[in-house]
Every structure is written in structure tokens, then in C-alpha cells.
């Protein structure tokens, strides 16, 4: 990682346009700084948890591998690089931090800006301590915390650099600045939430998976730490995995609404009333379709061939056939705007970036490639259940962590996931999560007594001859992964 440089912000008698400017410039600057660290927090916490969980399994007289001591080397100049960079930006813009009221009304400084900036501060120094707290996990070990701070002089690194990075961060002063900033950011909370600012609302995300915030908040953090023996609990491994996920998906999200709005084209069956016409005469409720946009920035990193999935519910008179709109759920208020959707002709439940919706079938053919896929065997009893869990889905937020055992967010593969449980869908398992890819709900297509049968295809804008069909895409999915 490079250097961090900023200019500190000017609090100099110079023109509030200006002065403001130059605030609104430097947030420009530090807010991409803050997402890579997080990042690489993110990163070093996961391989922290990794590293003692094969330290423990070592017998305790098997001396450590030379890779081992490599790692514990590499992550040690790692982990100063990145508590020095957090400083940094934790301290870029303490003078802003405690300007009277006569002072801003002088300074005439923009108030959503200054507290842009003090959030970003704030997340900072949080962060700080949620390596901290992590690293914890190392250095409670008599023999692996000599290894951390012992001087490596062929790295460039002397004691006293890492012991004054975790002194300083312990100290009773430290923790109490840490549960100070946590009060004044309480304070401010409900202030912040009416202010409906995207960026503000981002970070106060990030500070809500914070760890160290949620101690802080109750204690000081060394009050608060958990023992030795809880340190290895599934409580705080569970916390500090939670935090690592939360981290990306806050990342993930900022990436995915960037690129997402890049579409370099229309796709090709957009706007063809002869293919939306074929393919509603073929559309059954429940059925699965997978499609590929490869105009779009988004589908560049989707892992395999296909992009995205979505359930077709039916139409409103396939389901008012069904009874399905007598169920008891529909008594409930919140599902009459699905069932009325449905009945205007919104029939595609899709995770979109905004979150799980019902759209048009017109809309969702912006797309060159798409698939009908149906599921085998249901019971009229399992189709009943399946619909109703479709249903469900509606206003869940998108899953920009990509982990499949999340309920209350939900990203478009998970969303068959969760409408057919008992289809045994392949999973991958990465950063300490499992995830479902669109090419690995295709897939259940593959095999003899497959879950899911294939209707229908569409490849580059034309209709695949139904006896090649699945040949063709199975061949498109393997391409991929070669």
C-alpha cells in the first residue's frame, strides 16, 4: 500500500466557497483511502483468525514451520503499515473535531461535510482497534508473541515499533479517547440518520459493524475484553467474522453501485415483443430464469457464464388459479403491494442492487443470453410453499456479502436458495462463507434425476434449437471455468 498523503484541512481565513471546496476535494481523497483500508483490515483479521486456528492444531513440542514464520514476518510489517495508515487518516482532520458553535458560524464550514469528515475519522480509529482486538488472538501466546515482537532488522523493523503501536493503543488513555469519540458519536446518531446522506449513511454502516465500537459503548475496551479463554469462544470469533464480512460487503456495495449504473449498450433481445411473446407462452409460476448482460461493467466480475437469476411467480390469473392470494399471508399488509404488483403485470422477482423487487418481463429482457429453467417433482403442496417463500423475499435489502446463510439480505442466486430448500444446491466456500454463484444454479440442470429442467435459451440474441440447447449451455458454463 502506498503512503497516504493529504494536504491537512486548511482552517485558514480564506473565502467558505473555497474553504469548502477544498473539504469536499479532500473527502474525495480519503474516502477511497478509508475502503482499502478497511479492505486490508478486513484481509488481516481473516488471516489472523486462520493462522492461530493452525497454530492450535500443532503439537505443543512441533516447532513452526518455516512458511509459518514467513507469515508471522510478512504480517507483522503488514499490520504496522496499516494501524500507521489508520492513524493517519484518524488524525487528518482533528481540527475539525472541536470548533465551537461562534467558530463554525465564522468558519461558515458546510455541516454535512464536517461530519462526512469526522465519520471518517471516526471509522478510522475504530478500525484501529479492531486489529487490535484481533491481533490479541496472536499475542496471547507466550511463544507467538515473542515471535511478533522480537526485532526483525532484514524486514527493516525494530522492537520498539511494534510494542509502541500496541502500547499506545492499550493505555488506559487511548481507550478512554476511543470510549469519548464512541459517546459524541451517540449522541450525534439519531442527528446523523435524519440527514439521509449516502455517504453518511455508509459509514455509519461501517461503524455499526464495528467491533470495538460495540464494546466501547458498554465499557472501556479493557474493561470490556473478554478473557483469555473467551477470546477463543465462538462469540468472538463469530464477532470478529461478522465484522470481516460486514467489511466487505460495505466495500462491495460502494463498488457495485459505482459500476453497476455502466452499461455500455442495450442488450440484445431488449425491446423484441416476438421473444417476450415466445417466452410467455413458455413461462410457468416458479419457473427460474438465468441471464447474461456482458454489456454490463457488473457481469465482468460475476464468477462464470451467466450474470444473474430470478424466479417468475406466474401471472395473476396462473396464481388467483392457485389460490395462492387466499393464503393467511396475504392478509397481512405488507404483502397486498406484491399481490398488487403481480396483478399490474410485475411478475419477476428479482436482488437488485436496491434491493429484491418485482419487475416486468419486457424490463428484465435487457439481456443477450437468457434460460428457462423449471424445477422437478413438486408437490402442489411444495409449489404452494415455494411461492408463498418467493413472496417473502420482497424488500430484503441485496446481500453485498454474497453469503448464503443470511436471511434478512438476499443477492439473486441465494433467492432459489431460499425459495426451493430441498434442492441440494452447490455452494462455494470463500473468505469464510459459503456462497451460490448463477452458473451454479444452472448447473442443477446437469445429470440424470436433475432438480431443474431446462426449457428454453437464448444465446447472443438468438434462440437455441431445443435439441442442442443444453448442450450448448453446459458447454458455455464449462468455457468458463477452463
Keep these: 500500500m502506498s503512503k497516504l498523503e493529504l494536504t491537512p484541512y486548511p482552517l485558514s481565513d480564506i473565502p467558505p466557497a473555497e474553504r469548502n471546496g477544498r473539504l469536499r476535494a479532500d473527502i474525495e481523497v480519503t474516502m477511497p483511502d478509508l475502503r482499502r483500508l478497511l479492505a486490508t483490515s478486513s484481509n488481516v483479521q481473516r488471516e489472523i483468525l486462520e493462522f492461530r486456528a493452525r497454530y492450535d492444531r500443532l503439537p505443543e513440542s512441533t516447532p513452526l514451520a518455516p512458511r509459518s514464520l514467513t507469515s508471522i514476518n510478512q504480517g507483522r510489517w503488514t499490520y504496522l ?112 440518520a435524519a440527514r439521509h446522506d449516502p455517504l453518511i449513511d455508509l459509514l455509519r454502516t461501517a461503524v455499526d459493524a464495528n467491533a470495538a465500537y460495540r464494546y466501547a459503548r458498554q465499557a472501556t475496551l479493557a474493561e470490556k475484553l473478554p478473557s483469555s479463554p473467551a477470546l477463543f469462544g465462538e462469540r468472538v470469533m463469530d464477532v470478529l467474522t461478522r465484522l470481516g464480512q460486514s467489511a466487505i460487503g460495505t466495500l462491495s456495495e460502494v463498488f457495485g453501485n459505482g459500476i453497476g449504473l455502466v452499461e455500455l449498450r442495450k442488450g440484445k433481445l431488449w425491446q423484441d415483443a416476438k421473444v417476450e411473446e415466445d417466452l410467455r407462452k413458455e413461462l410457468q409460476p416458479l419457473d427460474l430464469l438465468v441471464e447474461k448482460t456482458p454489456f454490463r461493467l457488473t457481469d465482468k466480475f460475476i464468477p462464470g457464464h451467466f450474470g444473474h437469476v430470478a424466479v417468475w411467480l406466474g401471472t395473476a390469473k396462473e396464481l388467483d388459479e392457485l389460490g395462492l392470494f387466499d393464503d ?22 428479482e436482488a437488485l442492487r436496491t434491493g429484491v423487487q418485482l419487475s416486468r418481463l419486457a424490463e428484465f429482457l435487457n439481456v443477450d443470453d437468457v434460460a428457462i429453467l423449471r424445477p ?21 435489502q441485496y446481500d453485498f456479502n454474497f453469503e448464503v446463510e443470511t436471511i434478512d439480505k438476499i443477492t439473486c442466486s441465494e433467492l432459489p436458495y431460499h425459495v426451493f430448500p430441498d434442492i441440494p444446491w452447490e455452494t462455494e466456500a470463500q473468505l469464510g462463507q459459503h456462497t451460490i454463484s448463477p452458473d451454479q444454479v444452472a448447473e442443477q440442470v446437469c445429470g440424470e434425476g436433475a432438480p431443474l429442467r431446462l426449457i428454453d435459451f437464448y444465446h447472443d440474441g438468438r ?8 448442450a450448448t449451455m453446459v458447454e458455455l458454463i464449462a468455457d468458463e471455468k477452463s
Design 328 to 349: 393467511p399471508l396475504f392478509a397481512d399488509p405488507r404483502y397486498h403491494a406484491g399481490e398488487s404488483q403481480v396483478r399490474a403485470g410485475h411478475s419477476v422477482l
Design 376 to 396: 422437478q417433482g413438486l408437490t402442489p403442496e411444495e409449489r404452494h410453499a415455494s411461492l408463498i417463500r418467493g413472496f417473502q423475499q420482497i424488500g430484503k
Design 463 to 470: 434462440p437455441v434449437d431445443r435439441k442442442d440447447a443444453l
Design 81 to 192: 503499515n496499516l494501524q500507521g495508515r489508520l492513524i493517519t487518516l484518524a488524525k487528518h482532520y482533528k481540527p475539525l473535531f472541536n470548533l465551537d458553535a461562534d467558530e463554525l458560524e465564522r468558519l461558515q464550514i458546510d455541516p454535512v461535510l464536517r461530519e462526512r469528515a469526522l465519520l471518517i475519522s471516526f471509522v478510522a480509529a475504530l478500525t484501529l482497534y479492531d486489529n487490535h482486538l484481533s491481533l490479541r488472538l496472536v499475542l496471547e501466546d507466550d511463544r507467538l508473541r515473542r515471535l511478533i515482537t522480537d526485532p526483525l532488522q532484514s524486514y527493516g523493523q525494530t522492537e520498539e515499533e511494534i510494542t509502541t503501536v500496541l502500547q499506545d493503543l492499550n493505555s488506559p488513555e487511548r481507550q478512554e479517547q476511543l470510549k469519548d469519540l464512541v459517546n459524541a458519536y451517540d449522541r450525534l446518531e439519531g442527528h446523523l
